[in-house]
T-cell receptor, first 115, second 113 residues
Framework: GAGVSQSPRYKVAKRGQDVALRCDPISGHVSLFWYQQALGQGPEFLTYFQNEAQLDKSGLPSDRFFAERPEGSVSTLKIQRTQQEDSAVYLC?????????????FGQGTRLTVV | KQEVTQIPAALSVPEGENLVLNCSFTDSAIYNLQWFRQDPGKGLTSLLLIQSSQREQTSGRLNASLDKSSGRSTLYIAASQPGDSATYLCAVRRTDSWGKFQFGAGTQVVVTP
């Protein structure tokens, strides 16, 4: 596709439910990042993939958060037993190369509301 | 620990005026700095990318400068238009941990007709 695509755009979950958020990066992009953005704040890093390898998951806030990219393209961020503090916009970004100097492109985000 | 600060947090200007947005960072060991635009309820749109070896980048009415030694970047938007109303975020690409981004909190800009 032309850009990074995320689905769903909006998700409302009852507290305790599990959710899965999907990211389709730009075709051929090696690097993939997940970020969490609270209202009125800048995005905060969650995790990073290089192809299918998850090389950094230091930003995942708890063991309820899990991310995967099994074939090195589409990635899924899963949140188990959602809590109200998980309400945020979840952003996915991709870069064409591993090199840290390359431009990153972000998706539209998934707005998660936990009620 | 890298800290990124954007001042002011909010800015309102009449149409036609030039916009000056500031971004400061505490650790000069960066690979690059990227400016983004975010419209309400939307994702991030990349505006300009400046490599650490560069001093400025230009695209149309946008110009971004980078002074790595003093830890500052400035985004200039010439002849502002109501369509420029958005939140502008700067992000530095860190040299550690696979180059993850450290973001500022953003400057919310309103351009009034």
């Amino acid at each position: 596709g032309a850009g990074v695509s995320q689905s769903p755009r909006y998700k409302v979950a009852k507290r305790g439910q599990d959710v899965a958020l999907r990211c389709d990066p730009i075709s051929g992009h090696v690097s993939l990042f997940w970020y969490q953005q609270a209202l009125g704040q800048g995005p905060e890093f969650l995790t990073y993939f290089q192809n299918e390898a998850q090389l950094d998951k230091s930003g995942l806030p708890s063991d309820r958060f899990f991310a995967e990219r099994p074939e090195g393209s589409v990635s899924t961020l899963k949140i188990q037993r959602t809590q109200q503090e998980d309400s945020a916009v979840y952003l996915c970004a991709s870069s064409i190369r591993v090199s840290r100097g390359t431009e990153a492109f972000f998706g539209q985000g998934t707005r998660l509301t936990v009620v | 620990k890298q800290e990124v600060t954007q001042i002011p947090a909010a800015l309102s200007v009449p149409e036609g005026e030039n916009l000056v947005l500031n971004c400061s960072f505490t650790d000069s060991a960066i690979y690059n700095l990227q400016w983004f635009r975010q419209d309400p309820g939307k994702g991030l749109t990349s505006l300009l990318l400046i490599q650490s070896s560069q001093r400025e980048q230009t695209s149309g009415r946008l110009n971004a400068s980078l002074d790595k030694s003093s830890g500052r970047s400035t985004l200039y938007i010439a002849a502002s238009q109501p369509g420029d109303s958005a939140t502008y975020l700067c992000a530095v690409r860190r040299t550690d941990s696979w180059g993850k981004f450290q973001f500022g909190a953003g400057t919310q800009v309103v351009v009034t007709p």
